[in-house]
């Protein structure tokens, strides 16, 4: 594949419209050809040395708890995850090139910047793990403290992870770790209310989406996991006592992601589309026939009928424009 700066130079190119975008797929399609096949070993072992180190303070960690964790001790603990926390980024930074070089290890070496990236979103979990362990079992207040502050300290890490070195290892971590936090917040007010917490990953994954289609995100492609979270709070909401409102929802956030398809392209759009749609209807079916043996019959025909309306259309397609080639140019 093309190098990060091969790759900037190029939107550099198309951004001063020195380049169209469909040049500009065709001169990364070229680069990517010319570029020699395999991978010369002395770029590839330090890589694999990183992943592996990684894993190894990981899984040496957690033989660790696994033996002797409810034994050492709560400060024992946080202070094993935070050392651990401390060691992830220390690598990722040292791998990085240093504090001089990290910001620009991107245009350096890929490899690096990949491993760098993983290193800084698993550092985001073992933090929020800390903090978890922080909180003594029999404390007092919300039970939900704990596990708020675990979310925003991952979120946290996970935001200034991706700020500094935006990628897409940190804008997920990210994201999970957000749609996690309005999971957990309503708990600190509220009883337990399932319709403020689907109402709440409704409100995370909307700013995610608009974060993703605005261009304000690096990684716009990712703006389907903004659809992703909407569409788990649209499932959330149908655990309530009031499903129908989940229905409902989850009804729009599909259209809304079969729009963004139209508008925008991303198979993954589509895809989250597809999924909300296979969840909902099938549920609302039978909650509103209590059940029956009619419910699976009207989702198989609705279903039949759907796919017999696709193979139309696209049959229609092909009769007025024969010669044109589906590229799939929009799904990239």
């Not at 592996?52 to 957690?62: F, M, Q, R, S, Y």
């Not at 001790?73 to 990290?102: W, Y």
């Not at 009031?242 to 759009?269: E, K, M, S």
Request: hydrophobic letters at 55%; glycine letters at 12%; charged letters at 15%.
């Amino acid at each position: 594949m093309t190098s990060g700066r091969q790759r900037r130079a190029v939107e550099r190119l198309t951004e001063r419209a020195v380049l169209s975008p469909e040049q500009a797929d065709a001169v990364l399609t070229e680069l990517d050809r010319a570029r020699p096949p395999g991978v010369r070993p002395g770029a590839v072992v330090p890589e694999i040395l990183g992943y592996v180190g990684g894993v190894l303070v990981l899984g040496g960690a957690w033989l660790l708890g696994r033996l002797y964790w409810y034994e050492l001790g709560a400060p024992v603990r946080v202070g094993i995850l935070t050392a651990v926390t401390l060691t992830l980024v220390l690598a990722g930074v040292l791998i990085g090139g240093g504090p001089a070089k990290f910001r620009s290890v991107r245009e350096s070496s890929v490899r690096r910047f990949r491993i760098t990236t993983v290193l800084l979103a698993v550092a985001a979990v073992t933090g929020s793990m800390a903090v978890n362990n922080a909180f003594p079992v029999e404390m007092s207040g919300p039970r939900a403290l704990d596990v708020f502050c675990a979310a925003l300290v991952g979120l946290l890490i996970g935001l200034v992870g991706y700020l500094v070195l935006p990628s897409i290892p940190g804008l997920l971590v990210t994201g999970v770790f957000s749609a996690w936090l309005a999971l957990v917040t309503p708990e600190l007010w509220l009883d337990h209310s399932t319709v403020a917490e689907g109402f709440a990953l409704l409100l995370v994954g909307a700013v995610w989406t608009v974060l993703a289609w605005s261009g304000l995100l690096r990684y716009r492609e990712l703006g389907f996991g903004g659809m992703a979270i909407a569409t788990c709070g649209a499932q959330w909401l149908t655990l309530s006592e009031f499903p129908v409102l989940g229905y409902a929802v989850g009804l729009l956030v599909a259209l809304a992601c079969f729009a963004l398809y139209l508008l925008r392209g991303g198979v993954l759009l589509l895809v989250v589309g597809v999924i909300g749609i296979a969840l909902v209807v099938p549920e609302a079916v039978w909650d509103w026939t209590n059940g029956t043996i009619g419910a699976p019959l009207i989702v198989v025909i609705v279903g039949a009928v759907l796919l017999g309306a696709g193979g139309v259309a696209f049959r229609l397609r092909e009769r007025r424009s024969p010669g044109e080639a589906d590229s799939g140019s929009r799904d990239r």
